[in-house]
């Protein structure tokens, strides 16, 4: 095994997982200034809003010294995309919960009065999907909403037409991607997609968890407060409300 797989594994599989499990009831109470939660917001989180991810890298990088961080954390991903300074910087602007979201959201009912998650969701088998957006439900206060943003299963289904085609054409190169992995090395329990949507299907569980007024929204568009901060991906966006 790579030393850079051994890290992961220590800490992905031994030592974030014990932390979270000390965490699983802790219930806290979000500072009036916040605007709302981003779930798994990763390092696209604008300041004034509270993340709630349960990254181990990130809850480290905000609790051990930068000298020792700078040295431990060149064997992770993010420095394929960022420099560690760049990371550092940007994951020290704004406040987060180490929290595991399968397990809910750590906050008082109707405590909240937005919610924003990008690319979360199809990462969670289906029955955890379902108990994080009751969850959702619990803690928004009335009227509040809440903005989802998903990869497109119908665009993978056309893509997965074409690649077809192509491959009874004689070309197997498209296919590879349904049929083999590029994930190598260490993988998380979230490295993988696990139940993806079309807006039917999203539009459905939001109704069935008691959301109304379930409306698909442009990228950087909708009601909820800095959105053009917030999306940082497109996809099927679908904004709903509290009664």
């Known amino acids: 095994m790579k030393l850079k797989d051994f890290y992961k594994l220590v800490i992905w599989d031994m030592l974030n997982p014990f932390l979270l499990r000390l965490k699983k009831h802790k219930k806290y109470k979000i500072d009036p200034s916040f605007t709302g939660i981003n779930m798994g917001g990763g390092l696209d ?5 509270l993340s709630v991810d349960g990254g181990a890298t990130h809850f480290l990088v905000k609790k051990v010294p930068k000298f020792f961080t700078a040295r431990f954390f060149k064997n992770f991903n993010m420095v394929d995309n960022y420099s ?3 990371y550092y910087v940007k994951l020290k602007s704004f406040k987060s919960i180490h929290f595991d979201l399968c397990n809910g959201l750590p906050f008082e009912n ?3 009065s937005y919610i924003f998650s ?5 990462h969670l088998f289906k029955k955890d999907c379902e108990f994080l957006l009751k969850e959702c439900y619990r ?13 497109s299963l119908d665009d993978e289904v056309v893509a997965i037409k074409e690649a ?3 491959y009874e054409n004689g070309n197997i190169n498209k296919i590879q991607k349904y049929v083999t992995s590029d994930i190598v090395g260490y993988k998380s329990k979230f490295s993988n997609h696990r ?11 939001l109704h069935n968890k008691g959301f109304v007024e379930i409306e698909r929204k442009n ?3 909708g009601n909820i407060p800095d959105v053009r901060l917030l999306d940082s991906r497109d996809g099927i966006i679908v904004e709903a409300k509290k009664p």
């Open 164 to 166: 077809i085609a192509e």
């Open 84 to 86: 560690f300074d760049e």
């Open 118 to 122: 990008s690319h979360l969701i199809e």
């Open 110 to 112: 109707e405590s909240i």
């Open 139 to 151: 803690v928004l206060k009335s009227c509040g909403l809440i903005r989802i943003c998903v990869p």
């Open 195 to 205: 139940y993806m949507y079309n807006y039917e299907k999203l539009h459905k569980l």
């Open 219 to 221: 990228y950087k568009h």
């Open 45 to 49: 989180n604008p300041h004034n809003w």
